[in-house]
């Protein structure tokens, strides 16, 4: 069987045209992927029943067990933390902001680690964003800013910019010009008009001098600014002036360096200041196929995006303080839920030396690092293979993504909500 | 010798990353991309072994050259060998310095640990050995 218009369940391009072949409950062949989703979709070794850690070995458990467990230990700690969210669907993700809510927990989702420092920009200046089909059917100029999407977003570049047809462009891989701006020459460097190579750290002096060239003030900039001639800063901002509608992509490479959202907030004043002159738009190359969801599902119910403490009962938001990062590496939580994500491969050591003196209970289709360090793991049908839910596409559109097969295992809604049930249960007693 | 470490996303990272525990993600995220005049100063061949040392510890990866990054300059693919040495400080924004750590690396004859055993050096328990 062939299912068409599959969803790709990996990164935030959500790409919608996957053709996907099944035979006797396996993925046997995908076409359209990028190798990225090639590999999810055919991925396999998959945990076949939950588990639970019992002294130096692993013993497997019911599901019924594991979720009671889970439900036990959410209920006796004092300052759980629930994190994750961004590789499940919204459905589970609102019933995580209700668990949250309901044991007083900690809600943080993996945005903290990846563009969270973005969100705290666009709460300062906001986001003059647009879709993907805008950039590509309009956009003359793309310019991707510490983003690096042949390795991290193969086909933004085949769907929507370098390699893409354009509605409102005659020959567009022609009259659209792309700039990459890195401190690394990296592949996508390669295949870019005008490659800008800046000196780590450097971000903002480069940001700050092509706002300063493009208000007309190209007399007070210094021969180079992080290591950038003036000559090629002018040439950027006059290519930029002269665009009829250009679009910045930035990436990590803003939000892991020194200034972090000052970085971000910096690149969005510039696009304000070039919309005075054409049309101009910026927006975050957003990670997990459902990260951006996370976000969205989290302001819709809580009010923010990412880090939401209910321990006064209400939601309370302090990223450094209510973030993952901090609460772990601070030895603050005495109980961690996992959904969707991999915290011990992609936190610094000092927070995985926490989890391990903690209960920890993850939702994972995986054996993965983090593993290690749980007290159960429940494993899950993966969102897009073998469970339907809501994505949201880096840009803010939302896409159901497809089941393309049919497997035993249960969704993280179904799994989450009867962790849920239990708590209600529990706490009405 | 002093660098500044850069961490970030690789396809063969992005390819592996849902089988944690096997080599070929083991070998990727413990590979540090290296100019190849650093490699020279320090006495290294593709493929050798290297200590890192970070603010919080050291681990041990493979230098591999590469022209995409400048003298100086190393940078290793996301994972559990980069992590082992960043620092969990993040300026109160939730996020570490992931891409501005200075390390001081050397060669040695150690090899590489396994994810799992840095893992169960944090305190974890392996499962799929």
Redesign the interface.
Same mark, same amino acid.
């Given at each position: 069987m062939i299912v068409k218009d599959a969803v790709c369940p990996?990164?935030g391009c959500l790409c919608d045209d996957i053709e996907v072949e099944v035979e006797d409950d396996r993925v046997v062949a995908v076409t359209n992927a990028c190798?990225?989703g090639t590999?999810?979709f055919m +991925?396999e070794?998959r945990m076949k029943n939950p588990?639970l850690?019992d002294g130096?070995r692993?013993r497997d458990i019911t599901y019924d067990e594991a979720v009671q467990y889970a439900a036990d230990m959410l209920l006796s700690a004092e300052r759980p933390l629930l994190y994750g969210w961004s590789g499940t669907h919204g459905e589970a993700q609102c019933v995580g902001v209700h668990m949250a809510e309901l044991v007083r927990g900690v809600i943080?989702n993996t945005s903290?680690?990846c563009h969270?420092?973005s969100i705290?920009a666009i709460q300062e200046v906001g986001h003059p964003g647009c879709t993907l089909g805008v950039v590509k059917n309009r956009a003359d100029l793309v310019i991707y800013w510490g983003s690096?999407p042949?390795?991290?977003h193969?086909r933004h570049l085949s769907r929507y910019t370098r390699y893409a047809e354009g509605f409102f462009l005659e020959n567009a891989f022609r009259d659209r010009k792309v700039i990459v701006v890195d401190?690394?020459?990296?592949e996508t460097a390669n295949i870019a008009d005008e490659f800008v190579?800046i000196k780590?750290?450097g971000d903002y002096a480069v940001l700050s001098a092509l706002r300063a060239i493009v208000q007309g003030k190209t007399d007070t900039i210094p021969r180079t600014v992080a290591g950038v001639t003036r000559e090629q800063l002018v040439r950027v901002a006059n290519l930029c002036k002269n665009a009829k509608f250009g679009a910045v992509y930035f990436g990590?490479?803003l939000?892991?360096?020194?200034g972090?959202?000052k970085n971000i907030r910096n690149a969005i004043e510039l696009v304000s200041e070039l919309s005075r002159h054409t049309k101009f738009t910026i927006s975050a190359m957003r990670?997990h196929y459902n990260v951006y969801g996370s976000n969205e599902v989290n302001t819709w119910m809580t009010g923010y995006p990412?880090?939401i403490d209910y321990s006064r009962g209400i939601a309370f938001y302090n990223? +450094?303080?209510t973030?993952?990062?901090?609460i772990?590496?601070r030895k603050e939580c005495d109980a961690a839920l996992i959904v969707g994500s991999?915290p011990?491969?992609?936190?610094?050591?000092?927070?995985?030396?926490h989890?391990?003196?903690i209960p920890v209970v993850q939702l994972d289709p995986?054996?993965?690092?983090t593993?290690?360090?749980c007290n159960v793991?429940i494993p899950v049908a993966v969102t897009g293979i073998d469970a339907e839910g809501t994505a949201y596409r880096m840009d803010g559109v939302p896409i159901r993504t497809r089941k393309v097969l049919s497997t035993d295992y249960l969704s993280d809604r179904e799994v989450l909500s009867r962790m849920c049930a239990l708590m209600q249960e529990a706490l009405e007693r | 010798m002093t660098f500044?470490m850069?961490?970030?996303?690789?396809?063969n990272q992005?390819?592996?990353v849902?089988?944690?525990?096997s080599a070929e993600y083991a070998a990727e995220?413990s590979t540090c991309f290296m100019h190849e005049f650093d490699m020279l100063e320090l006495g290294l061949d593709d493929g050798d072994t290297i200590r890192v040392t970070g603010p919080?510890?050291e681990v041990v990866m493979r230098a591999s050259a590469s022209?995409?990054?400048?003298t100086g300059?190393v940078?290793v693919p996301?994972?559990?060998y980069a992590?082992?040495?960043?620092?969990?400080?993040?300026?109160?924004?939730?996020?570490?310095?992931?891409?501005?750590h200075e390390v001081e690396i050397e060669p040695t004859d150690e090899e590489p640990k396994t994810?799992?055993e840095l893992?169960?050096d944090?305190?974890?328990?392996?499962?799929?050995r």
């Open positions: 990996f990164c190798e990225l590999t999810k +991925g070794k588990i850690r130096d692993w943080d903290s680690v969270g420092p705290l690096n042949i390795d991290a193969p401190i690394r020459k990296t190579r780590p750290g990590l490479g939000t892991m360096t020194r972090k959202y990670g990412f880090g990223p +450094g303080e973030t993952a990062v901090d772990l590496a991999d011990a491969a992609h936190f610094p050591r000092k927070c995985l030396e989890l391990a003196d995986y054996p993965n690092a593993t290690a360090f793991q | 500044l850069i961490t970030g996303r690789t396809v992005g390819v592996t849902e089988n944690k525990t995220t919080c510890g022209v995409e990054v400048e300059t940078f996301y994972g559990p992590n082992h040495i960043v620092a969990a400080g993040t300026r109160s924004t939730g996020m570490p310095d992931f891409k501005s994810v799992h893992m169960e944090l305190g974890g328990l392996a499962y799929d």
